[in-house]
């Protein structure tokens, strides 16, 4: 009697996708625009930043992060993130920045960027921008 043998990794990695008779249907990732966080904005500890003493950052520099710019964008104004963010669908970049042109310059601020895609072919895009103190936001020129 002859076996069939059922290869299921297609299988189940179609049904990972969300797709079924062929038919892909795009799960979200991310926080979408405009939606409220449900708990409290979460700061990564200080110490574990990479580089250790953060970047330093103008207002203007700051007022050019807004919602919707992609992950490479905001790698061009601010580098990479500065923390152990993960590696695959990773939602939040977060930053170690020393705001120039502020009365305290030995503040250090911490930016998170959260991003969200519609599609699994989208580019992650800022949904929303999270500073962990008021002091930190940028000044209106």
Known sequence: MKTTRIDFLPMA??????????ICVAQPWGEPPGST????????????????????????QAALIQPGLTKDQVRALLGPPHFNEGIFEVVQW???????????????????????????????RISRIAWNSPNCLPQAS
Do not use: M, W
């Not at 449900?38 to 103008?58: N, S, V």
């Not at 120039?100 to 930016?111: E, F, K, S």
């Open 37 to 60: 966080p449900a708990e409290a904005e979460i700061f990564p500890d200080p110490a574990q930043a990479h580089p250790p003493e953060g970047i330093p950052l103008t207002p203007s």
């Open 94 to 124: 977060s930053y170690l920045v020393f705001p120039v042109g502020t009365a305290d310059l030995g503040a250090a601020c911490q930016l998170n960027l959260h991003f969200f895609k519609e599609r699994f072919n989208d580019p992650y």
């Open 13 to 22: 990695a179609a049904l990972l996708l969300g797709c079924t008779a062929g």
